[in-house]
C-alpha cells in the first residue's frame, strides 16, 4: 500500500508540472478513447434498433390495381394458413395516399396536382421471429409472389440482412482504427513520461543507491500513465455525452419518426467502464515502456 500511494502521489506531481507535454498525451488518449466510444454507441443503438426491426418484420403485398376481390382473398387465405403470421392489414389505395402525405409532409403538396392516386393497394403482413430464423417467411414471400394479382412484394427481412452485414463491417474497420489510434497514444504517452524521467535522472540514480525497490522506482511512472489515461478516457466520455445531447436535441424528432416511435440510448455504464478502463490500461502500458529506462 504505501509503494502505490507513493506512486500515485509522485504521479499526479508529475503530471501538475508536465503541463503541455501532459496535456498532448491526454489528449492522444482522449481522441484514441472518443473514436471507440463513438464507434460502440453507434453499434450498440444500430444493434438494438437492428433486433427491434427483426422482431417486427414484415413483407409487404402490393396488389395490382386491376386485382378482384376473388384474387385478394386467395392471397389473404395463402397468409393466413401459413401458420405463422401474427396479423395481417389490408390498406386501400386511398389509404396509402394519406400516409404518404401525413409521414412526407414537405412532399405532400407534389400529389395534388396528381391526375390519379399512384400509391398501389396493399396487404401489410407481419411475421413472427421464428418464421425469419427458419426461414418459412421467406418461403411465404416466395409462394405470395406469384399469385395473381400480386404486382410485387417487399420484405423487410432483406434490407435488414444488408444493414447488418454493413453494420459489421463498420463495426471491424472502427476497432482496427481504434486499435492504431490506442498504440498511438501508448507510444506517446511513453514519450511524455520519459521526459519525466529524465527530469528526474539524479533522483532515481539516489534511489538505487539506497536500495529502493523496484516498485517505488518504477510505480510512479506506471502510475503517471494510468491517470493520464482516465484522465483522457473520462474527458472522451465527456465530449462523448455532450455530442449525444446536441445531437438528440436538433434531431431527436426525426428520429423518432425515423424509429417508429423509439429513441437512442446512450452507453450503457458497463461499456463507459469498458472504455474509462481500457484508457488507463492503454495510459499504463505506456508508463510501463518508458519506465524499463529507469533500473
Known amino acids: 500500500m504505501r509503494a502505490i500511494d507513493y506512486a500515485l502521489r ?5 503530471i501538475v508540472r508536465g503541463g503541455r507535454s501532459t496535456v498532448f498525451a491526454v489528449t492522444a488518449i482522449a481522441l484514441a478513447a472518443l473514436v471507440l466510444g ?4 453507434l453499434t450498440w443503438n444500430a444493434d438494438r434498433i437492428v433486433a427491434q426491426w427483426t422482431s417486427a418484420t414484415e413483407f409487404s403485398v402490393f396488389l395490382r390495381d386491376d386485382a378482384t376481390s376473388e384474387q385478394r382473398g386467395a392471397i389473404e387465405t395463402a397468409v393466413d394458413q401459413s401458420g405463422f403470421v401474427d396479423g395481417r392489414e389490408y390498406v386501400s389505395k386511398a389509404q396509402a395516399l394519406a400516409r404518404f402525405r401525413q409521414q412526407f409532409t414537405d412532399l405532400a403538396p407534389l400529389t395534388d396536382d396528381l391526375d390519379a392516386n399512384p ?6 403482413v407481419r411475421v413472427r421471429a421464428d418464421a425469419n430464423r427458419t426461414g418459412r417467411a421467406d418461403a411465404l414471400v416466395q409462394q405470395v409472389a406469384v399469385l395473381p394479382g400480386v404486382a410485387d412484394v417487399r420484405y423487410d427481412r432483406e434490407w435488414i ?27 506517446t504517452v511513453a514519450a511524455v513520461v520519459r521526459l519525466g524521467l529524465h527530469a528526474r535522472q539524479d533522483e532515481i540514480e539516489l534511489m538505487k543507491l539506497v536500495g529502493s525497490p523496484v516498485a517505488f522506482i518504477r ?3 506506471i502510475a503517471e500513465g494510468l491517470l493520464q489515461g482516465g484522465v483522457g478516457a473520462l474527458l472522451a466520455i465527456l465530449m462523448l455525452w455532450l455530442g449525444f445531447a446536441v445531437a438528440g436535441a436538433w434531431w431527436g424528432r426525426d428520429l423518432a419518426v425515423m424509429l417508429d416511435g423509439g429513441s437512442l440510448g446512450f ?7 469498458l472504455i474509462v478502463g481500457g484508457g488507463m490500461l492503454v495510459g499504463a502500458a505506456g508508463g510501463f515502456a518508458a519506465s524499463r529506462h529507469a533500473t
Open 38 to 41: 463513438a464507434l460502440l454507441l
Open 219 to 221: 510505480g510512479p511512472f
Open 119 to 124: 400509391f398501389p393497394a396493399s396487404l401489410e
Open 267 to 273: 452507453l450503457p455504464v458497463q461499456q463507459v467502464f
Open 10 to 14: 509522485e504521479a499526479w506531481a508529475s
Open 161 to 187: 440482412t444488408r444493414v447488418a452485414g454493413g453494420l459489421n463491417a463498420v463495426r471491424r474497420a472502427g476497432f482496427i482504427l481504434a486499435l492504431l489510434m490506442a498504440i498511438a497514444a501508448a507510444v
